[in-house]
């Protein structure tokens, strides 16, 4: 999930690819490393979190260079395994997003022909495969060439990008000066101003700089001479590129005053509410003739989108009486054969990079089902290769806990679901309410005040269980996902008619169980649950409009009717945040995880 950063421009290389790279740190922030050419390229890698400018003094002034900010799949995060990597004799440097999964295999025929290895990276396998590669072209065209090599490493490392297996992509920076990326599965955008190219995994990274993109696709090379050439990496033919204009309106990264890009994230939930109510429900009409016509619909997502996935899933049964299954984008094996051409497939994701499901939706698109998708970040390869492409205009998510992004996307899934069954301007006008109360809410001191009290208490705690039923029970799902995230205890979301059949015998005096009960359809099931494990000691936790006896502690939240379970997540994504901050955990950074999952 590494973040891979390029530049070449009018300005100090170093400086900017720091910035870029800072930009990226969500993708992984175990390790990071820069390489600058100005005589020879100067490389500096080291573990722990991207430093500031100071951290820059050995580094020359560069026009072009190269970045890169880690999540360690292949060896121990440590500075030798820090990218980018350097050739043997210092002519290229490289760094990888992604796994290749033949490492080991190439890595063996290196080692028999005299390689030697310093890290134990997939990614230095690909750089002495690459050099290996070169040795033997040279060989070959001493006589023939006339360029000054350059050539020469592009095809090798053509050659050689090839081989590798899983997804992949690879920047490299030359001592010719020259910036070469190919790409394969992790993704790749290049941004252009007049005097300026970025290479980069995401638009976000190089927005205060540029406002055209080129989105390279899998199986393409693009490099920088002086002029940007796109080359299809099997056929070694070049392509035409297009940029396109990118819309970065609400590009600026900056915790404004919040202490946490988590609470400020939080914060902007009435926002992104109002950007799903400001698009012109009209322009649906495709997506809903074709969710009409399919055969089988299903929602895809990983981690909270998943969750997220699973929620538009219940609102367009619930209200569109659509015939929704929502499948994990890393367990759906069993469903590929079963996939057809009349199938739908909508897929809700922060980054629209996420591996598992982008496989899925590759496979899919491959049999002939529409694929439909509801991302936020600009220019993603999920929204390339959808047929209907929805932008979540929510903002950049920072704080690695994805929350706003969540509500956005389980927003949008309920006003779909009550477009289709013709209640399009019920919807908008819930839609606008529940923002309105939200932003009350959350102005409202007192509810943080209740909420950094029992975070003080959780915080302390061994296993923290959640109970949720009917429209609430992806929610204490999502609860649970961000508990576990921001506090790193143990959290577990059951349905609450589930408890009976099994986590009753957990409980005991004193085990906190968060309830969420709605005045809806299950409020009766919800609480029995909560009279079961009262009467076993738990002590149960109420969010709730309503003060019901057997809460040990009482969240008040306002009653939004049908959007309840949208207006119910907030209370939770704060209790995670305030559990965090308790904890001294790094709240928008937590251990081990990384925001876009590009690798499987
Ligand atoms: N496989 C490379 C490493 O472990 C890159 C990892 C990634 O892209 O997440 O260093």
């Not at 910035?19 to 990226?24: P, S």
């Not at 915080?459 to 961000?482: P, R």
């Not at 649950?529 to 076993?536: D, G, I």
Request: hydrophobic share 40%; glycine share 8%; with cysteine.
């Amino acid at each position: 999930m590494c973040g891979i950063f390029g530049y070449f421009g009018d300005k100090n290389a170093s400086e900017v690819i720091l910035q870029g790279l800072k930009r990226l740190e969500y993708r992984g922030y175990d390790s990071w490393g820069i390489a600058v050419l100005a005589n020879q390229i100067t490389l500096s890698k080291k573990v722990g979190a991207i430093g500031d400018l100071n951290q820059l003094a050995g580094y020359p002034k560069s026009q072009v260079g190269i970045g890169h900010t880690r999540w360690a799949t292949t060896g121990v995060v440590s500075d030798i395994n820090a990218h980018p990597h350097y050739s043997s004799d210092k002519g290229f440097c490289l760094a990888q997003n992604g796994i290749m999964e033949n490492y080991q295999q190439i890595k063996n025929e290196l080692i028999k022909k005299g390689y030697k290895f310093e890290s134990d990276t997939d990614t230095e396998v690909i750089v002495r495969a690459i050099e290996d590669r070169l040795k033997e072209i040279r060989k070959i065209s001493r006589s023939a060439r006339n360029d000054n090599g350059g050539g020469d490493l592009k095809e090798a490392a053509r050659q050689v990008f090839l081989e590798l297996e899983g997804r992949n992509t690879i920047i490299i920076l030359t001592r010719d000066g020259e910036i070469v990326s190919l790409r394969n599965g992790s993704p790749l955008v290049v941004g252009l101003n007049e005097k300026e190219v970025f290479f980069s995994s995401d638009t976000l990274s190089f927005a205060p700089h540029v406002k055209d993109v080129v989105v390279i696709d899998n199986g393409q090379m693009v490099y920088w001479d002086g002029k940007l050439h796109l080359v299809d990496i099997k056929s070694n033919r070049t392509l035409p590129y297009k940029s396109e204009k990118i819309n970065f309106e609400s590009s600026k990264i900056d915790k404004e005053g919040y202490d946490h890009f988590m609470l400020k994230e939080i914060s902007e939930s009435p926002y992104v509410i109002n950007q799903v109510l400001s698009r012109d429900v009209k322009l649906d009409e495709g997506f809903i003739k074709a969710i009409k016509k399919a055969r089988n619909i299903y929602t895809i997502g990983s981690g909270t989108a998943g969750i997220a996935a699973s929620q538009i899933a219940f609102y367009l049964r619930l209200f569109a009486q659509v015939k929704a299954q929502s499948v994990i984008g890393a367990d759906i094996y069993e469903y590929l054969n079963l996939l057809i051409k009349d199938d739908l497939m909508i897929a809700p994701s922060q980054s629209g990079e996420t591996a598992d499901v982008l496989e899925v939706l590759e496979v899919a698109g491959k049999k002939g089902v529409k694929i439909a998708s509801y991302v936020n970040m600009p220019g993603s390869t999920m929204a390339r290769i959808s047929d209907f492409s929805f932008p979540a205009l929510a903002g950049p998510e920072i704080c690695v806990m994805s929350t706003k992004v969540f509500t956005s996307q389980i927003a949008w899934g309920y006003l779909l679901a009550k477009i289709i069954s013709g209640k399009a301007e019920e919807g908008k006008s819930n839609l606008k309410k529940l923002s309105e109360a939200i932003d009350q809410y959350l102005n409202t001191g007192s509810n943080h005040e209740a909420i950094k009290t029992l975070a003080k208490i959780l915080a302390k705690s061994k296993d923290i269980f959640l109970l949720g039923k009917y429209q609430n029970f992806n929610i204490v799902k999502e609860g649970m996902v961000k508990i576990i995230e921001g506090s790193y205890l143990h959290a577990h979301g059951i349905p609450a008619g589930d408890l009976k059949h099994y986590a009753i015998t957990l409980m005991e005096k004193g085990v906190p169980v968060i309830v969420v009960v709605s005045k809806d359809a299950a409020r009766g099931d919800m609480l029995n649950a909560v009279s079961q494990v009262k009467a076993r000691g738990a002590t149960v936790i109420g969010i709730s409009p309503a003060a019901y006896s057997g809460f040990d502690y009482y969240l008040p939240v306002p009653d939004t009717g049908e959007t309840a379970a949208i207006m119910n997540i907030i209370p939770l994504q704060l209790l995670a945040y305030y559990m965090a901050v308790e904890l001294g955990h790094n709240v928008d950074k937590p251990r081990n995880i990384a925001k876009s999952v590009t690798v499987k």
